[in-house]
């Protein structure tokens, strides 16, 4: 718990996550949930390497750590990357307050079409997120295009 | 596995899931993936309650179950409830073949936006479903809103 997280120091979280989940051999997205006064919830990271699980994205792993709520519509989602569909739709279904994004330049989700729905998108555009990216897909098409559903 | 099962058929083993989960005390939700030839691939269940996750629903904990695939766009997920927004962005996502679906009286999700984007829904307005879900709602009122974020 951190009362005095910004936004940034927020992405910092998942980008750890991130991170964590690169040193694993797994694909690099994190996520985290907060409060508004920076108090972590939950924080995750996509899993599909590592447990064998498509369904864990950086967000919905830490839709998971965080375990049960009683409202999302005060909650920060935080991600390195912009969210997919399944994730743009987690987003919708529980009215997150604001979404924290790293990286909208190697994949744009549903970013476009939340925020014509009225949510709180702020995108960072964070050089190392962008830069851990855009070197796995390279590195690793088959792995980001099985994550994505485009295999 | 059961090559010869059909729509009735798959549904029936997402029923099956939904009160298992009502049996553990849990949200009877239910769903399974599927071959377009019958083959079960992974079924599973809402586990909010069980497991404290509020990110397994029926749909989502499926997926999951069905472990790593090469694609979805030749595979039927069934659900026993109109997917959510968040079960919706997994099907938008993932780009399954059919949804099929024995409830969207007690729930509407994302199913008329699916239509609209060309997804293939075949709704089997199951009673047994409908009925399930009706009950449980009315029992369970804090349960269920909690399920879809409206606590």
């Known amino acids: 718990m951190n009362p005095a997280l910004d936004a940034h120091g927020m ?5 750890e996550q991130a991170r964590i989940g690169l040193a694993e051999g ?33 967000e919905t792993d830490a839709f998971r750590a965080a375990g049960r709520q009683p409202r999302y519509g005060d909650l ?15 987003i919708h279904q529980f009215r997150f ?6 990286d909208s330049v190697n994949a744009q989700g549903g970013v476009a ?11 960072l555009a964070s050089s190392e997120c962008i830069e851990m990216m855009a070197k796995f897909q390279r590195a690793h098409p088959g792995l980001w295009n099985e994550c994505v559903g485009e295999g």
Chains 1, 2 share one sequence.
């Open 11 to 15: 992405l910092a979280v998942a980008i």
């Open 26 to 58: 797994g694909i690099p997205v994190g996520g985290a949930i907060f409060r508004t006064d920076g108090t972590l919830l939950g924080a995750g990271r996509n899993r599909l390497v590592q447990n064998g699980d498509p369904s864990m994205h950086g």
């Open 76 to 90: 920060i989602l935080v991600t390195t990357l912009a969210p997919c569909w399944y994730c743009t739709g987690l």
């Open 97 to 102: 307050k604001q979404v924290i994004v790293g």
């Open 113 to 123: 079409w939340l925020r014509e729905k009225g949510f709180d998108i702020l995108d």
